[in-house]
């Protein structure tokens, strides 16, 4: 497959891709490095999604040859047709203060939220072009190049929506799972081995991941809690919770969504965690 030059992306403006927190160089030299990408709405961010970067991680030390050298959140875009979506710009600063800001190796890429709507494949795509042709990937410490493997990190919710018909292209599954593969988490009320079931094709590049410790936690359940008038309080990072107090942010619910563009159908596959 052709590689991806910078004219295949647009960038919003005045971006830079953020590698503050990438490893270059690699602990062991037997292992291939990896970063791992989760879109989603984030709206807002809560520990559980930053709890499945963790879990990743765990699973990832325990049973694959990958070193973890990076990961990222990188939020939709404001044409994403999403019940309940804040602005980007609020967004992205909660997932930078739920995430960078309480965290050693997380990261947040504004490039999908600042512009037209992108499809999950395009989002990879970029990230492997950014990481690997523009950063020139990872080294090992006595100097060996080593390109860096991009995966999507999601939870079985989406993985279920990737088994329906008509929800995503084969050719954007087949790019998803087959060119960069993807590490699964359990959720709540998502059966996991049902629906791989039909995406057995990709299943060499489909890790899936249980959950130890039950966690329903959802954005969705999050935003009604304050629309209700309940604490939130400890479903969320603290500083998020306060970022949304202080802007009086989710206080009434938003029947209307964005439309995503005519030539992005949402059949095309938006690859977004429904519960976020």
């Avoid at 694959?64 to 047709?81: A, C, K, Q």
């Avoid at 929506?161 to 998803?176: A, C, F, N, Q």
């Avoid at 593969?181 to 709540?188: L, M, N």
């Avoid at 309080?233 to 989710?250: A, C, F, K, M, S």
Wanted: net charge negative; proline share 5%; charged share 20%.
């Amino acid at each position: 497959m052709a590689t991806a030059v910078a004219g295949d992306f647009t960038n919003p403006p005045n971006y830079e891709f953020p590698h503050h927190r990438l490893a270059t160089t690699l602990r062991d030299p037997s292992k291939t490095p990896l970063v791992l990408v989760a879109c989603g709405s984030f709206s807002p961010v809560t520990y559980l999604h930053l709890r499945m970067f963790e879990m990743a991680k765990d699973y990832i030390r325990q049973n694959t040859d990958f070193e973890i050298v990076g990961g990222y959140l990188s939020p939709v875009s404001d044409m994403y047709r999403k019940v309940g979506l804040l602005s980007a710009q609020h967004r992205v600063t909660m997932c930078t203060l739920g995430a960078e800001d309480t965290s050693s190796w997380l990261m947040v890429d504004p490039w999908e939220a600042f512009q037209d709507y992108q499809r999950t494949a395009v989002v990879l795509d970029h990230f492997n072009y950014q990481i690997n042709t523009v950063l020139g990937g990872a080294h090992t410490a006595d100097g060996q190049h080593r390109n860096v493997r991009i995966m999507l990190l999601a939870g079985s919710d989406l993985i279920s929506t990737m088994s329906e018909p008509g929800v995503w292209s084969y050719p954007d599954l087949d790019h998803i799972l087959g060119r960069y593969g993807t590490f699964i988490v359990e959720r709540a009320g998502s059966s996991m081995e049902q629906a791989t079931d039909s995406l057995a094709r990709w299943r060499h590049n489909i890790h899936l991941i249980s959950q130890l410790i039950q966690n329903d936690v959802s954005s969705t359940k999050v935003r009604l809690f304050i629309r209700r008038g309940l604490s939130v309080r400890y479903l969320l990072p603290t500083n998020v919770v306060e970022y949304i107090e202080e802007n009086g942010l989710y206080l009434e619910d938003s029947g209307s969504t964005p439309k995503i563009p005519e030539k992005e159908p949402a059949a095309s596959g938006s690859g977004k965690d429904s519960s976020s």
